[in-house]
């Protein structure tokens, strides 16, 4: 039985996320070896998978989906810190309200909340 997934994202400088990852969507330092840095938070949540044709909209398949409590607030700091919105804060069909950044590794990271 599968317990968590993890997201690896290969990089050679570890620090090179911290404003995204941790300052703007405050997760924590987990494991620190020098070589690997996992951030996280001790909340549980359901393990997942997704595999998709587009994004929905026929967006691009972003490379993490990200669940906050806020959409509006993320955005806002992600905007202020000049990180590139991809995709445009949306209310979608589905019952989600999300945008797309791309991250400082390249990634395009979904950033929704249920509403």
């Keep these: 039985m599968v317990k968590r997934i993890v997201a690896n994202i290969k990089t050679?400088?570890?620090?090179?996320?911290?404003?995204?990852?941790q300052d703007i969507l405050e997760l924590e330092v987990l494991m620190d070896h020098g070589w690997i840095k996992t951030l996280g938070t001790d909340e549980e949540a359901k393990v997942q998978i997704s595999f998709a044709e587009q994004g929905g909209n026929n967006t691009e398949v972003p490379d993490l989906s990200i669940e906050v409590d806020n959409v509006d607030e993320v955005y806002h700091k992600m905007k202020a810190a000049g990180f590139k919105i991809t995709y445009e804060m949306?209310?979608?069909?589905?019952?989600?309200?999300?945008?797309f950044v791309?991250?400082?590794?390249?990634?395009?990271v979904n950033v929704l909340s249920h509403q």
Excluded: A
């Design 12 to 21: 050679d400088d570890l620090s090179k996320g911290n404003l995204f990852y």
């Design 90 to 99: 949306t209310n979608e069909d589905w019952g989600v309200r999300r945008f």
């Design 102 to 108: 791309k991250d400082p590794f390249g990634k395009v």
